[in-house]
């Protein structure tokens, strides 16, 4: 089983549409999640990050997190054409001494 | 601001050459990382500096020398490296390194090299 798992799309949602990212990780002790936006040939850039469970919002972005099922999503509502690009979900493992460990990234696609 | 600056933004190196990556951030950060990133995958970790010591060393060849000259720089030299070593280079900052802790890493732009 990877640590952090991640639907490797591609995710296709229409312009105005929703768009949910799923992740689960395997680490029980992790404490802390990220989500980083990829765009091609650039730098991860960190969108959102979520420490309790719940809801978190910012902007169009909602990252949620359920430390019982070790899941977390990000959801982007109102999804632009701009907002196509790949998700990196990101958790620090408390069992690797604070390492960030990334799934493999989900593909977002916005079709306009 | 959360800005990680890194020179140069391309290399292209033979592989008989030293070069080095440079990367700095202003933010009062304690911890730097150097990832690596090749097309279609996540970054991977190759070395994390905690206040100023390299704390993790993920078996990384030596031709890549890591240092830490103080805590706002980090450099990445590259010597006799092998063209499978062509990839994105990233730095990345955090206020620290810890286990348990909640601490948001930010990435520079990337070094993109490419060893021929």
């Known amino acids: 089983q990877k640590e952090v798992e991640q639907n490797s799309g591609p995710l296709s949602v229409p312009e105005g549409a929703i768009a949910s990212l799923n992740c689960t990780y395997s680490d029980r002790g992790s404490q802390s999640f990220f989500w980083y936006r990829q765009y091609s040939g650039k730098s991860p850039e960190l969108i959102m990050f979520i420490y309790s469970n719940g809801d978190k919002e910012d902007g169009r972005f909602t990252a949620q997190l359920n430390k019982a099922s070790q899941y977390v999503s990000l959801l982007i509502r109102d999804s632009q054409p701009s907002d196509s690009a790949t998700y990196l979900c990101a958790v620090i493992s408390y069992n690797q001494g604070g390492k960030l460990i990334f799934g493999q990234g989900t593909e977002l696609s916005v079709k306009p | 601001d959360t800005e990680v600056t890194q020179t140069p933004k391309h290399l292209v190196m033979g592989m008989t050459n030293k070069k080095s990556l440079k990367c700095e951030q202003h933010m009062g950060h304690r911890a730097m990382y150097w990832y690596k990133q090749k097309a279609k995958k996540p970054p991977e970790l190759m070395f994390v500096?905690?206040?100023?010591?390299?704390?993790i060393n993920e078996s990384v060849p030596s031709r890549f020398s890591p240092e830490c000259p103080n805590s706002s720089l980090l450099n990445l030299h590259l010597h006799a490296l092998q063209p499978e070593d062509s990839a994105l280079y990233l730095c990345?900052?955090?206020?620290?390194?810890?286990?348990?802790?909640?601490?948001?890493?930010?990435f520079g732009p990337g070094t993109r090299l490419t060893v021929t």
């Open positions: 990345a900052s955090s206020r620290q390194v810890d286990s348990g802790g909640a601490y948001e890493q930010y």
């Open positions: 500096y905690s206040y100023e010591k390299l704390s």
